[in-house]
């Protein structure tokens, strides 16, 4: 979300309140940084779920978080849109890479990637994976998300990882009939005895 967008959202939540002592602008600008993956589109709902607290969260951006994975479950068709085709990813917005282990003995472990070509992550990830920060809270605890990184196919192939290929759903079905299989009965096969054993 734009950070004047935000601020402006924050005072309108103080003058409803009527708190006469507003935030400071190192106050917004620190706030602003726990919840940035918001997108504008969602601040009107979270600005009228919030007035109707009996005051303002002690923890602000821990609240705007919420209201937003709230927003998300009320409103899905909002928070994820169509997105097009990426002939890098097929659409996916992600790549699946397999990182070797160095030391034998060690398991290889895959690892996904955000798509550099398109925004098409956003949708399996969500914004959180591009600035990393605080989840949702489960039990009073948040859980910690570590930023993604953003790359396109050719540059792990070149950085030695493994690429993992997904589904292209441009890519023709072909599709396998079962074969069908008929027993015949076998002919009973008289014994020859030609001596002792």
């Not at 979300?1 to 939540?13: G, I, N, R």
């Not at 918001?38 to 601040?43: E, R």
């Not at 919420?66 to 998300?72: I, K, V």
């Not at 990813?89 to 996904?112: A, R």
Request: glycine share 8%.
């Amino acid at each position: 979300m734009v950070k004047t967008s935000f601020a402006t959202t924050v005072m309108d939540l103080y003058n409803y309140f009527r708190y006469s002592k507003l935030p400071s602008t190192q106050q917004i600008d620190l706030w602003h940084e726990d919840v940035k993956f918001i997108p504008d589109v969602a601040l009107s709902w979270i600005f009228d779920k919030l007035k109707r607290e009996d005051s303002i969260p002690r923890n602000l951006p821990q609240a705007f978080i919420a209201q937003w994975y709230a927003y998300r479950k009320a409103n899905p068709d909002k928070s994820i849109s169509d997105f097009g085709y990426c002939e890098d990813c097929f659409g996916h917005g992600i790549h699946m890479l397999k990182v070797t282990p160095k030391n034998e003995g060690d398991f290889p472990y895959t690892y996904v990637a955000r798509c550099s070509k398109c925004d098409n992550w956003k949708k399996q990830l969500g914004g959180l994976t591009e600035t990393g920060g605080i989840g949702p809270t489960t039990n009073g605890a948040g859980v910690f998300v570590v930023p993604v990184p953003t790359v396109s196919k050719q540059q792990l192939i070149d950085n030695g990882f493994e690429h993992i290929a997904l589904s292209d759903p441009k890519e023709k079905i072909i599709k396998l009939g079962v074969p069908r299989v008929e027993l015949k009965e076998i002919p009973d096969i008289p014994v020859i005895y030609d001596g002792p054993r």
